[in-house]
């Protein structure tokens, strides 16, 4: 399909699937040099990471690697200052161990920015972030990432787990916004 309409926005075929396997599959060769020997648990934020996530892991090789996956809730208005969020799932022990962050998209890094101080409160020996998409424009927040796929500009994007209110998380391409 070249052309989607979800809720009444029209988006357009932008990056295949294909492109975005292959970047996939380049970072998990990294990992499965760089992370050999350290039993990594693989933490997954849903509801967006969830096709980057198994994407991935079907390319993991690393002995004893765990995934488990979190969510992120955020509440609009509360504070002023802005959103407020709340992270839900984390149900695992994650002192002393080797972490890896699946996060589907990082913008402004807010989000990505506030979980990871959650997580480092928590004493996981190392925390690793990897991004399927970054929009490096947007970042405003200091969040390092030590794998990325694929650099965007600032517009819309849907698809590969990434929605528009609420749709469109299930096509295997990437779709960018019409305007
Ligand atoms: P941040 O907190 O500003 O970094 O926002 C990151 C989150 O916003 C991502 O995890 C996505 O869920 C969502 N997001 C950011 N840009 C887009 C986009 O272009 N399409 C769909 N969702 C997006
Ligand atoms: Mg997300």
Same mark, same amino acid.
């Given at each position: 399909m070249d052309k989607l309409k979800v809720s009444g926005k029209e988006f357009r075929l932008f990056i295949p699937a294909e492109k975005i396997d292959k970047e996939i599959k380049s970072i998990a060769e990294q990992m499965n040099k760089d992370l050999v *020997? !350290? !039993?990594p648990i693989f933490l997954s934020v849903l509801n967006g990471a969830f096709m980057f996530t198994s994407d991935l892991l079907k390319n993991i090789t690393i002995e004893d690697s765990e995934v488990s996956f979190i969510k992120l809730a955020s509440y609009e *208005?509360?504070? /002023? /200052?802005g959103k407020v969020s709340e992270v839900i799932g984390l149900n695992i022990d994650i002192e002393n161990r080797c972490l890896v962050i699946l996060e589907d998209m990082l913008d402004s890094g807010r989000s990505m920015s506030y979980l990871l101080d959650i997580l480092k409160s928590k004493n996981p020996s190392e925390i690793k972030l990897a991004v399927m998409f970054y929009k490096p424009n947007a970042l405003k927040f200091n969040v390092h990432m030590d794998y990325k796929a694929i650099a965007l500009e600032n517009d819309f994007v849907l698809g590969r787990g990434l929605d528009y209110n609420g749709i469109g998380?299930?096509?295997p391409d990437l779709y960018i916004i019409n305007e």
């Open positions: *020997g !350290k !039993k *208005g509360m504070h /002023s /200052s998380r299930n096509y």
